[in-house]
Nanobody, 124 residues
């Protein structure tokens, strides 16, 4: 049973930073073709924020390019999202996801099979 557990959310002022972490109960996501990503859901739609492949290739949503950085520590089975220069519109529940894509990691929620329960980020 694969588990993804997020942590690091909180309430901050605009312009400040947060780092989200996602610990996976398996090392499977480090294998070739696997991707991990961060998604946010401010209202009804879950949208991709950033994704990273087993080869460390990254993909970002336009709204976060230059402000957010996705990374992973394979030895710890942990995914990170460094969020800098936060804006009020970044306020949302943030979810960690993993899955086998087999090509460049995309930001479509339907591409990912495994999901964490989310961590809330509030920017005021």
């Amino acid at each position: 049973h694969v588990q993804l557990v997020e942590s690091g959310g909180g309430s901050v002022q605009a312009g400040e930073s947060l780092r989200l972490s996602c610990n996976a109960s398996t090392s499977s996501f480090t294998g070739s073709g696997y991707c991990m990503g961060w998604f946010h859901q401010p209202e009804d739609i879950r949208a991709g924020v950033a994704a990273i492949g087993s080869d460390s290739t990254t993909t970002y949503a336009d709204s976060v390019k230059g402000r957010f950085t996705i990374s992973q520590d394979n030895a710890k089975n942990t995914l990170y999202l460094q969020m800098d220069r936060l804006k009020a519109e970044d306020t949302a529940m943030y979810y960690c996801a993993g899955g086998y894509i087999g090509s460049r990691c995309d930001l479509a929620a339907t591409s990912y099979n495994y999901w964490g329960q989310g961590t809330q980020v509030t920017v005021s």
